[in-house]
């Protein structure tokens, strides 16, 4: 189905992107944090988080609290 989300195919499972699983290993985070991370420190992007599972909640928040280094950000 051409309509699927990002969720639905796994895309923030480990290897399905390799830059994010070394940045991932590099901060000891997963690979949906460190993208929550960018989007909340980029400049002009508003990010929304929503689930109702307190798992992924707990994950999503535990994004906030930390700083890629700025070439990370590049």
Known sequence: NENKSLVDTNVWQR???PMLDAM???YNKSNAQIAL???TNSS???TLVKSSNPQHLAEA???FDWRMSFEDYE
């Open 15 to 17: 290897q399905a992107f």
């Open 24 to 26: 991932a290993d590099k």
């Open 37 to 39: 991370n960018w989007l």
């Open 61 to 63: 928040a535990a994004s």
């Open 44 to 46: 002009h992007v508003v």
